[in-house]
């Protein structure tokens, strides 16, 4: 009799498409299939509050998928180099099967297969969770791309490898192998229960990702080209699921290449391309471990953050910062685990934009808060947001909220409660001034309202129209904190100069301020004296409000200016609203 094979999951808890269970059950004999909730191993990242409340439904639906096969799901808890040779030992197996991983932890896979081969063990890795391996798309001179676009062009030229596995059709587990009770691990919150609200909108399980996924195709597809309106129901709403592996990136490659109608095929190159950006967050990963740590792009260690305000931070967090769009998404976030992708942008942009907090500090939000927050994909995004990140420029990814809310729902606000760090300049040495006035006001707001709350009086006007977007969403009570973090400072070098934001005020238009992006040394454009006189000729010619963005660059030893309409005019001056 063949002796045991152990299938050890991890980001993959689904028995269709499965290579490693494939191969297991091909094998013959037992198939031992573990789930190890590792913790402890250098390179593993902890999971937050809401993905281990995920996490336990998973198990349990994966578990019950498996037992209708007949087999049977082992957990087990601690480090993988002490836990899973423990278990070879324990079973007497002489096979170790898994499917790859690629973040900090695949040095530990690494580990473990060199000591299983020495020891006379098959161990082998398979592809499961990416469509393309990290180190199979490179550039002409064999480096991994740093743009999306060529990278995707090159993962469509090569095509997928193959088609999607059948699941095993049965095999059978050892039945004295014992297994933890996942209730003793505790991932589900009690002291307070949070996760109402994810019991009423997530559904976890492999089943429910194809449910999920068929939906899409049938309702939504046709209305993707909408995705990025957060009012319109067009999104596909797979991230988690793809995030456990509760379903495969080519299980849905393959579903939406099928014949559809005319209405949703027009949409399926648009969609795989979002599938195409989780791989290239990936592949960035793969050669970039510290992704949610270290800056990839290293010119910006330098940057200076501000010290967060308390005040300002948990208003964020709460979604109460009087700016209706952004409190509307960071209140979904607390209440579905979830929230529009645009949105995200818009919350992300506001804290490191215009609140100048280090993106770290938002990402571990985040990872927090999202029942889809993975390695890659949630630090990639907020580093691009930041500018920091690949396929990223500096300016371009400024979602201003005021403005991607009135293109998103419509809502203009008021100057009562518009950005914090948006306001009107008149010259260019009080811009500075002008900002950190706004700042002042927007947090003397949220003072107001917290007294006002103490002394049980009604919240100010920004609050009330903030809370009137979305008024389906309750405002959480108390502190929001599902787990704490130490802050880990920003590795620094030798601080850059901060230079200074003006504006050319022209026709009575308004510009906004980019506080965050006098932090940066700019390579030169122009001299400074012409680069202000032609942005200002070129307003009074075309009747337009150009901001300059004036920096002092250490490394030249002088000035130098960009034109901040190079960022794609993150806000529409009030004449063209």
Request: hydrophobic share 35%; glycine share 8%; net charge neutral.
């Amino acid at each position: 009799m063949t002796e045991p094979t152990i299938v050890w999951l991890r980001d993959d808890l689904r028995v269709g498409d499965n290579p490693a269970l494939v191969a297991a059950v091909e094998r013959g004999g037992p198939v031992v299939v573990v789930y190890l909730l590792d913790e402890e191993s250098e390179g593993v990242r902890p999971l937050g509050g809401a993905s281990k409340w995920w996490l336990h439904y998973s198990l349990t639906s994966l578990a019950e998928s498996i037992e209708t096969l007949g087999g049977s799901l082992t957990l087990r808890r601690g480090a993988a180099e002490s836990v899973i040779p423990s278990l070879v030992d324990e079973t007497g197996a002489t096979a170790v099967y898994w499917n790859r991983r690629y973040g900090a932890a695949r040095e530990v896979d690494a580990r473990l297969k060199s000591r299983f081969k020495e020891q006379g063990i098959d161990a082998q890795s398979y592809q499961a969770n990416l469509l393309f391996e990290p180190w199979t798309v490179q550039n002409q001179s064999g480096n991994p791309f740093q743009v999306f676009t060529p990278f995707w062009k090159t993962c469509l030229d090569r095509g997928v490898s193959r088609e999607p596995l059948a699941t095993p059709s049965s095999f059978e587990s050892p039945t004295d192998v014992p297994s933890d009770d996942l209730d003793d691990w505790s991932l589900l919150p009690a002291h307070p229960d949070w996760a109402g609200g994810l019991r009423e909108h997530c559904e976890p399980g492999e089943d429910a990702a194809h449910e999920r996924l068929e939906q899409f195709v049938e309702d939504a597809l046709e209305r993707y080209d909408e995705r990025d309106y957060p009012g319109v129901e067009a999104t596909s709403g797979l991230s988690p699921y793809l995030r456990f592996g509760e379903i495969s990136p080519l299980q849905i490659w393959h579903r939406v290449r099928q014949p559809l109608d005319g209405a949703a095929q027009k949409n399926v190159d648009k969609f795989l391309s979002e599938v195409g950006w989780r791989e290239f967050n990936y592949s960035i990963l793969f050669t970039n471990t510290a992704l949610a740590e270290k800056n990839y792009r290293e010119e910006f260690d330098t940057f200076e953050w501000d010290e967060p305000s308390t005040l300002a931070l948990e208003a964020w967090q709460q979604g109460r910062t009087g700016i209706p769009l952004v409190d509307a998404g960071m209140r979904e976030l607390w209440e579905s685990g979830t929230m529009h992708n645009r949105v995200r942008m818009v919350c992300a942009s506001f804290l490191i934009k215009n609140l100048l907090i280090d993106w770290r500090i938002g990402e571990k939000w985040f990872w927090d808060c999202l029942v889809d927050a993975d390695e890659a994909s949630n630090p990639g995004n907020w580093q691009w947001v930041a500018g920091s990140g690949a396929d990223a420029a500096p300016t371009s990814g400024c979602s201003t909220p005021c403005c991607r809310q009135r293109s998103s729902t419509g809502i203009l606000p008021t100057s009562s409660g518009g950005c914090p760090s948006t306001a009107p300049t008149n010259t260019p040495s009080r811009s500075s001034t002008l900002r950190r006035r706004a700042r002042r006001r927007w947090l003397g707001t949220l003072r107001r309202d917290r007294q006002r709350a103490e002394a049980g009086l009604p919240p100010t006007i920004a609050s009330e129209r903030a809370a009137s977007l979305a008024p389906a969403l309750a405002a959480p009570t108390g502190s929001p904190k599902r787990t704490q973090w130490a802050r880990k400072p920003a590795v620094k070098a030798s601080p850059a100069p901060v230079g200074s934001v003006t504006s050319v005020r022209v026709t009575g238009t308004r510009s906004t301020l980019l506080p965050w992006a006098t932090r940066i040394s700019w390579p030169p454009l122009v001299s400074t004296t012409t680069g202000v006189n032609s942005a200002r000729a070129a307003a009074a010619t075309s009747g337009a409000s150009i901001p300059v963005i004036t920096c002092a660059s250490s490394r030249l030893g002088s000035s130098t200016v960009a034109p901040a309409n190079a960022c794609r005019k993150v806000c529409t001056p009030a004449s063209a609203m």
